[in-house]
Structure formats: C-alpha cells, structure tokens
C-alpha cells in the first residue's frame, strides 16, 4: 500500500519524478561511495597501527641484537692480549717478583682503557683456576671505570659462570642467562634504586699448552633494556620460561631471580603465553586483545627470548573507529542536503528543461552535431544557446584531444620501450649505438647522436651516431665544446633541454653541412645525481616535431636513458673488481696451501677400505681413474686436492650419492681452511713467543761478545740445528782495498 502510494505520487509530474531521480542517485552515490570509502580507510588505519606495532617491535630486536652483537669477539681479544701473556710469563717465573707486579700493573691498565672504550661491560675479570679475582676492572653507574684494589678482590670458584668457563674446551665461549648481579652473595642495586641484570661471557685463558684461569666480561644488560622504556610503554621482554626481563611495571620484573614468581603466564590466557613462547614472530587478536610478538636471537647467544606488547583493541583502533563514526555523520548529512538541493531544484526546473536533457544524454554519448532547441528567451533559452557553443567547442576540442592523445601515447609506448631495451643492455659500447639507432627508427627522426663529457669537462666527445654521418663523426672523433657555441654545449653547460620547433626561424640553432635537412631539433641533457654525463640530440626533417608540449617525454626517455648508462658503468666496474678479487683471491689461497702441504712431513692422501685407514700414494688423487668417482675439494674456488670413493664393479654413483659425496667434499674444504688458519695462528705465536725469549736472553748479555754467542747457541737450539754461526764484518769499499794494496 505504502510502496503504490509512492510510485503514484512520482508518476503524478515530472517534478516528483526530477526530484526522485535526484535523491537516489545522491543517496546511491553517497551510500556507496563513503561505505566503500570508510570501509577502505578504517581497514587502512587498522593496518596502520598493527604495522607501527608490528615496526616498534622489530626495531627494538634489531637494536637488542645490534647492541650484543661482537662481543664474543671482546672476551677472546683480551685473553688472547700481550699484556696478560706477559704477566702469565713473569708469574711463572716468580709469582712475587718486581716485574709480575708491573706485568700485572700493565695488564690492568690495559684492561681499564678496554672497559672504558667500550662503556658497556659492568666488569672485566681474570681470574686464576682456583676462582680468585687476580684483576678486575668496575664501570660505575656513570660510565667512570677503576681497577679494583688487591684487597677488594673475591674468589667466584662457587659462582656458576666460572665452572663454565673453566671447563671449555680452549677457544670456547661461555654466555650466562641474563640474570641479577650478585655481589658478597646479595643481589646488587644500582645507584637508581633498581636491580642490576648482567649477561657473562667467559672464556678460558691458556698459557703453553695449559688452562691458566679464565676471562669474564658482564655487560650491564640495562643498557638495552632502557632501550625498550622509550619505544613503547606496553613493550615487555621475558625469556622462555615466561619471567619478564623488562616490564613497564618494574614490580613484574625479575619473578625468578626475586622470588616474586610474577611471569607472561600470571598476567595473560594461555593461548597468548603459547603464541607468545612458540619462537614464531606475528600477531594475535583476541579476547579484546591485540597482542604483537616476535623471538629476539642475538648473534651468538642462544638467549630464547621473546618480545611482545599487548594492547586493548580498543586503545589500538580508536582512531580507525572514531573515522567511521565521522563518516557515518557525514554521510547523514550529506544524504539531508541532497535530498533539500533535489526538492529546491525540482521546484525551480520546468518542463523545457526535459528537452535539454535529451540532448545532453545524446551529446553525453557522443553526437556532438546535436542541436539544442531554443524554445523561449529565458535563462533555459540562454542555456540551450549555451549549450549549443558549447557543444561546437566541444566538438573542436574533442577531435583536438583525441590527436594529441593519440601522439603522446604512441610517444610514452616508444619511450618505455625504449627505456626497457636500455636497462636489458649491459655493455655500453653495445647500448649506445643500439638506443640511438631505436630512437631514430621509432620515433622517425632524421638524425640521432649522443655525446659524453669528456673526463676534464671541457667538451663533449660523440660516443654515438646514426647513419654515416654518425660514422664520419665518430672516424673524425668529433668533439664539441661546453658552453654557448652549440646547442649541445649550452645543454651539457646548463643542465636544462633546448627546443628548437623550427630551425629557420631560431637564432641558437647553428646549421651543419653533415645535417643540410634540419627543420627541428631537440637536445636533453643526461644527468646522473645531478651531475651532467652527456646530451642526447635528435634531430628532424619535418617542422614541429619537437615542441615544449612533447618535451617532457624526450626528458623522460633521457633520464631512463642516463640512468642505464650509469648502470652500465658500474656494472662494468663491477664485473672487472669482482674478477680481480676472485683471481687474487683464488691465487693466494693456492699459494698458501701449496706451501701449507710443501711443509708437511706426513702424507695428505688417506684411505678407508671398510676395516681400517691408510695412508696412500699420490696416484690415487688423479681423477676418476681406478673405478674412483671424485669431486675437488675446493676452497676459496681453488681446489686444493679430491675426496673419491670407488663402489663395486659396474656399479656408479646415484646422483643422490654424488650429492651427498659434494656435501662432504665442501663440508671437508671449509674443515681443512679453519684448521689451516688455526695451525697458522698456532705457528706464528709460537714463532713470536721464541723470538721474544731469545730476544729477552740477547738482551741479559752484557757485551757484544756474550750477546753474538747467546744469539748462536739459542737460535741453534730454536731450529734444531747442529751449527749456527753469527759473524759481524764490515764490508769495506773497493777504494780502500786498493789503496792498501798499492
């Protein structure tokens, strides 16, 4: 009933109809476009703020991981120092002697400029295999570092790290769980009032051949978590039992180590601790909760930590729902307006106005020869004249357009093109002369040529001509000068593109005898971070083929252009690097192994024959002859020798044995390169602690005499040899023997 009463009521005139139309096609469009609009944007500021949550927390692992990273590296430095070798020295020639205790004296001085270069370690100890303190270093809560007197210093044998570390294998590394300091069995606090948490690195010190003590660093851990407390104040680190390291509410923080028990699993679901704890980076909602997590592995620490921040969905997404609540204000309003515009006009609009909109409709679709009819002198009258000019300009433009669009599409096709051959090209010798022929063919053009500036910057050198003059060019290696001479110079001085839409009628363009047909030109610079490399120059036979309506796609076409150049370049740069290292690289590592086997006095050839391994004979490593199938084992790209085996007759390997025996083979090649360095190392240290005992022993001498025969006899014992001889002559000149002659 209701529904007929409306559809009679807009069928009763052409008003109501009017005013039908127009409220619901404002109410569609208004419906339609702010649902979509505010459905588009509320899901936007919804990833907006999972994405800043999602930023802050990967931030703050990348600065935890940044700020641990490399300090394994520390802890082995300072047990490998020269300082602490020369005290273990001294030590072990007399404990309370004058020099152990400058040896020692100089190892804490070293130790001090360590700690306070790098500012972060809380203490640097050595201490002996019975745990006791012998140095140690204290960074105050200010950053000022002290060597802690004799007296002060503590025996940790008790103290977990120090088992740990004193019974690694040499060259190991021990890293403590983050955990409180405890100082004379009390956990410490900090100047602030808060606890103070640590992470040790220990590792042991040896002293020939044996394990003398042990180094441990601890890095005072609130240096990064402070980090945390100004990125987000819901941000919370905890470990894998769940124990909060960081929690904005300092009271949650250390339930472990204070007893408090406080941990993820007392504050949340056991679906969020789950999530939380899987090791796995990536968010969850839930329970009126948007939780974002992610696992922190500093390089070297297996740490098991976690990151997260939990906040209310509704906190994290106010601004996405006060956006829809705007909206929904707006559209209300909207939808009251054009309902009010549609009566106001409905009511204005009489019955001319229906022949105006047939004609409109067909003009809208296409037919710009309609006409529209004058029916009276009024403002609808002078609309319908109005429309009618308007409809004849339309008409001109229209066609106009539709030309013009036609050529800047065809040009921005070519262009892309054109960009899209050039960066395929990598050998610029190749690219060259290939885009300056394409540019010609495509865009039909009477001359193309391309210059470079050359390396004082004075002129610019033609690299590259179309046709045979751009070969007569190119023969006469033709250059032509930076400045106001020629358009290409003005180009390459100024850095901004010259048009010349007719030559006849411009006052820059200078004719050339090569070029006699030359009705239009057009030169663009090329530019590489802001610096002018070269000018492309084109050039016409018809009138107005180059204007500054068509510019910017020539500059378009010459930054592509310029820019794979530049690639071209550095990729050739790139390439000739890259190949000098390898070869470099590759030669100096076949020269170290070369002389790494030339030195050994064992066999380098091994076999097994399913009972027992034995030494072989060379012939064996020569290819797959034998029934042997080899793969080189290569290092560096350099194969320094062959792992084969040999299967029973008839029989090959399977493509996943050959995989498997590569495997192998690389695996081997990167045991043999570290233990060739570590037997390196090992050899250079014994080398130096030789000659500093022979040196020390030269130096106890009191005469020239005495110190030539210490230098025979312990060189002579040093090399293993039957006879050494030192002898210190003077060679006199050839003049002096002559004259004593005569």
Known sequence: MIMN??????????????IAIIILIVTVVTLIAGGYGTWV????????????????????ASDIT?????????????????????????HELDSDSVLTAESQAALERE???????????????????????????????????????????????????????????????????????VEQGMIEILPDKSNKPVIRYGTPVVFNGKIVGVIVTNVLAKNFLDLLEEVEETMFLVDQEGYYLYHPDESKRWGRDLGTNISLQSDYSQEITQRLLSGNAGTFTGDGKFLVYQPVDPEGIKANWFLGTVQSEAELFTPAFNFILITLVVIVVTLSLGIIFAIS??????????????????????????????????????????????????????????????????ELILTTEIGR??????????????????????FNLYYTHIYFVDDLGQSLAIRSGTGTVGQELLARHHTVPIGSGSIVGQVAASGQSIVVSDTENSEIHKPNPLLPDTRSEVAVPLIVEGQVIGVLDMQSARVNTFTENNLTVFEAMAIQLAISIDSAKQWAISQEAQQRAEEALQRLTGETWAETLAGRQKGTAFGYDLSTVTSLDSEIQNGNGNGYESVPVVVQNKAIGQLSVKKSENHRLTLDEHALLSAVAQQLAQKAENLRLFEQTQQRATREQIARQITDKIRSSKDIESALKTAAVELSKALSTSRAVVDIQVQRPSNDLETNNK
């Open 5 to 18: 009463t409306i559809k009679n009521l807009i069928n009763s005139s052409i008003r109501n109809k009017f």
């Open 41 to 60: 944007t509320a899901r936007v500021l919804r990833d907006q703020a999972k994405n800043e949550q999602i930023f802050k927390l990967h931030n703050s």
């Open 66 to 90: 940044n700020f641990l990273a490399h300090l394994e590296e520390d802890v082995i430095f300072l047990s490998q120092s020269q300082a602490l070798t020369q005290y273990l020295e001294s």
């Open 111 to 181: 130790f001090l400029a360590f700690a306070q270069a790098r500012k972060i370690y809380d203490q640097i100890r050595f201490l002996d295999t019975t745990g006791q303190e012998i140095v140690r270093i204290n960074t105050g809560f200010e950053g000022e570092s002290t060597v802690v007197p004799q007296k002060d210093l503590q025996n940790k044998a008790d103290r977990y790290y120090f088992e740990d570390s004193i019974s690694l294998p040499p060259g190991e590394i021990f890293v403590s769980p983050l955990d409180l300091n």
């Open 345 to 410: 006009v409905g009511r204005v609009i009489t019955t001319p106005i229906i022949e105006l909109e047939q004609s409109a409709i067909q003009v809208a679709e296409g037919n710009f020869d309609t006409k529209f009819i004058r029916t009276s002198e009024d403002e609808i009258g002078s609309l319908a004249g109005s429309f009618n000019t308007m409809t004849a300009k339309l008409r001109e433009l229209v066609s106009g357009l539709e030309e013009q669009v036609v050529d800047r599409t065809r």
């Open 421 to 442: 051959q050039a960066s395929s090209i990598r050998d610029l010798d190749e690219l060259l002369p290939y885009i300056a022929e394409f540019i010609n063919d495509r």
